[in-house]
């Protein structure tokens, strides 16, 4: 009887050892993962933000990129996400945007930089594009850009900028070949990247064997090296 008395003891014990920890375990999850008002950052800086924040036991994490705002000076905080009073996990980032101030200062260097990288450029300097041109040239890379507007160290709040956008294909005008010896025109269409066939089904009395009496296409139409060119050409 003692001795079953004795398990009963033992396994009740057991029991509650595991109800206890699971308890505390849960506790310490509940804790980990509660959740927190976020509070207002606006016109903070960093370090100020960064101390509220860790009284909730949230981080700050600040962005490259910053914004122009008239009314929030140089260096404080400017936007975030996410917004005040808006509710959080415990452990997790708030990002924010810091301001440029009322202008963004000295224009940078964009001149051979690609318009993705200038755009970029511009706005982690919080400029404004105002104005984009552009060029077809084979003197410039693709898609650089090769002047703009304000010059670098100038101030100012906007730029303008001419990009090359690359030399257009290649397009020739289809020459008349009605009467010429198609072997030397289908030569010289040849060196010029033309898929050139020549047909000779048609004799023509009068005229020497291989000159051109049709062609496709006609004479007049603009062609790209690489099409196809049919001479049909007497016997």
């Given at each position: 009887?003692?001795?079953?008395?004795?398990?009963?003891?033992?396994?009740?014990?057991?029991?509650?050892?595991?109800?206890?920890?699971?308890?505390?375990?849960?506790?310490?999850?509940?804790?980990?993962?509660?959740?927190?008002?976020?509070?207002?950052?606006?016109?903070?800086?960093?370090?100020?933000?960064?101390?509220?924040?860790?009284?909730?036991?949230?981080?700050?994490?600040?962005?490259?990129?910053?914004?122009?705002?008239?009314?929030?000076?140089?260096?404080?905080?400017?936007?975030?996400?996410?917004?005040?009073?808006?509710?959080?996990?415990?452990?997790?980032?708030?990002?924010?945007?810091?301001?440029?101030g009322r202008t963004p200062g000295s224009v940078p260097a964009l001149v051979g930089a690609s318009e993705g990288a200038a755009r970029r450029r511009l706005e982690e300097a919080a400029f404004t594009l105002r104005g984009l041109s552009e060029i077809r040239s084979r003197r410039y890379p693709t898609d650089a850009v090769v002047a703009q507007d304000p010059q670098p160290g100038r101030d100012g709040q906007a730029v303008r900028l001419?990009?090359?956008?690359?030399?257009?294909?290649?397009?020739?005008?289809?020459?008349?070949?009605?009467?010429?010896?198609?072997?030397?025109?289908?030569?010289?269409?040849?060196?010029?990247?033309?898929?050139?066939?020549?047909?000779?089904?048609?004799?023509?009395?009068?005229?020497?064997?291989?000159?051109?009496?049709?062609?496709?296409?006609?004479?007049?139409?603009?062609?790209?090296?690489?099409?196809?060119?049919?001479?049909?050409?007497?016997?």
């Amino acid at each position: 009887m003692a001795l079953r008395i004795g398990k009963a003891v033992i396994v009740l014990g057991a029991l509650g050892l595991t109800f206890g920890l699971s308890a505390v375990g849960g506790m310490r999850l509940a804790l980990q993962t509660r959740e927190v008002p976020v509070p207002d950052l606006g016109n903070l800086t960093p370090e100020e933000a960064r101390a509220a924040l860790a009284d909730l036991d949230l981080a700050l994490r600040v962005e490259p990129l910053r914004r122009v705002d008239p009314t929030i000076a140089e260096g404080r905080i400017a936007e975030q996400e996410p917004d005040g009073s808006i509710a959080t996990r415990s452990g997790r980032s708030v990002k924010v945007w810091l301001s440029s101030g009322r202008t963004p200062g000295s224009v940078p260097a964009l001149v051979g930089a690609s318009e993705g990288a200038a755009r970029r450029r511009l706005e982690e300097a919080a400029f404004t594009l105002r104005g984009l041109s552009e060029i077809r040239s084979r003197r410039y890379p693709t898609d650089a850009v090769v002047a703009q507007d304000p010059q670098p160290g100038r101030d100012g709040q906007a730029v303008r900028l001419l990009v090359n956008r690359g030399e257009r294909g290649r397009t020739y005008v289809m020459p008349d070949l009605i009467g010429v010896a198609a072997d030397a025109a289908a030569e010289t269409l040849r060196t010029r990247g033309f898929r050139v066939t020549v047909v000779g089904d048609h004799p023509y009395p009068g005229l020497p064997p291989g000159t051109v009496l049709r062609q496709s296409p006609q004479a007049g139409f603009q062609i790209a090296p690489g099409e196809p060119i049919s001479l049909e050409v007497s016997q």
